[in-house]
């Protein structure tokens, strides 16, 4: 009897009795304050290795009292619990992050904020500026913001036990914001925030300064291939004239009539002496073999490359797989000895040399082998032979293809950083582990999820292979590329064939359809709705 619902609501008490019924029945907790306790716990573990929205925690909490088998709170209760712990954790990451700071380096930080003199932007604001154009100049001023942000002296401030994600969020608000927005913060905030994003303002600077590097790299080589090609259309002229006269006095050598004895005389008689020793040092000048083309082209980046390569390498600091050693060696050789004379240079590293550079690199040719000398006679005549220009554009063009290829590494970098070192290692990692496995839901003991895996894994192929014998719908064939192997072959499935009453349904749903155009059909329904006004 509906009419009974009416009266439901009258008896408050009602309502009561019939939820605890409910949950016995259920088998159901209620929401008391040891699930708030555990609620607590959990959303605080999630925010401290994780920042994540108020929304997808609000999710959270809803999946994990559902699998607790606690009768869920209203929203707002659990919107306040999630509101009041993101503050407790970011007021406490606050705090925590400012007192990492000496007094020298909370000044430096709110300098930052203060325009000085007749300027118009305060220092943050220039140094947040990155580089617009590809030229060797604004490389140097790419490297020089880098020392800029060095100079604040937060470099050095450990923040590998904060989560990277509170990291980012931090470092994006302080972007985008004004410094009057940053001086108005809280003290502890304020510290915070520009400590973190000084940090990641080194990382962003030093990959703005190798992006300008990569571009620049590869605007000269461009440029460079253009030159030689015109020098080459330059002198062709001369190279056809030297080449026919050269072709003129193979004839003669290989001409039948010509005694042997009378060659040479015929010859030099025909043709000058001086103009075949010139017509044959202006061949050897112009032309070239095929493997030297390479460093021939970057010959003509020489006077570019050497503006900011040393600059370069002494401003950011390079890490490396062990393939990419010698040129690491290479690269601090280039640095030390920047400026020096060469006696002073000792042993040069020429290891990551490619073949086809160390005849111009180190005048040496192609297939010369290494010869039993002392170190210091090797060291002296590498200094002798040595092309110390080609030798930094050497070093320049083989850090580019490093860098692509990831062999070798910048410590303070976001994009050409090595992904290994942001793994939480030995201490950091202990201290963060119950957390870390609190809030993902795991055990300590990696042997233990191992071994729940591989049980479930068991599990289902048991299942499949039950499903496979009782209805085999999945064959295994073999596999015609490949001997000796199997792969499964599972048939197309075959369609649901009609009953009678859907067959009925659609026939008595398609005589109540009108017949109608689909512009006939618009106009009718706007004359009802009005839609199109």
Sequence with gaps: DLRILKRYNKR???RFEHQTKLRTYLGLKSYDQLETLHLLRFVYARLLIHEERQGVLIDLCTRELASRGVVLPGSSTIERLVIRVREHVAKRLYRNLAKRLSKKQVGSLEDLLIVEGEKRKTPLEELRKPPDRISSVSLSKALDRIEAVRAVGVANVILEDVPESRLVSIAKYAQVAWAQQLAKLSRSRSQATLLVYMQHLEKSATDDALEVFDALMTSLQLRSEQKRRVERLRTIADLDASAL???DALRLLFDQNVKDKNLRQTILSTFPEEKLLEAMSLVTEITS?????EAEIWSNAITVIGRFIVKLLSTIEFDCISSAQPLIEAMNFLVKTSGQARESWGVIPTDFVPRKWRKIVLNTPVSSEPKSQTKQERAREQADQLNRPMYAVCIAHQLQQALK????FVARSHKYGDPRTRLLQGEAWENKRNDICRSLGLSKTASFEVQKQSDELHTA???ILAQHNSEPCISFEADPKH?????PVVPALQGIP????YQFLERRL??????????????EVNAKTGFCD
């Excluded at 073999?289 to 083309?293: G, H, K, S, T, W």
């Excluded at 001997?483 to 792969?487: D, I, S, T, Y």
């Excluded at 009609?498 to 009453?501: A, M, R």
């Design 12 to 14: 408050r008490r009602t």
């Design 245 to 247: 006269l050269m072709r």
């Design 289 to 293: 073999p095929v493997e030297d083309v």
């Design 405 to 408: 290829r990831r062999e070798v």
């Design 461 to 463: 192929y048991l299942q």
């Design 483 to 487: 001997k000796g192997k199997f792969v």
């Design 498 to 501: 009609e009953t009678e009453t």
């Design 510 to 523: 398609e005589e109540r359809l009108p017949d109608i155009d689909l512009s006939e059909l618009m106009l």
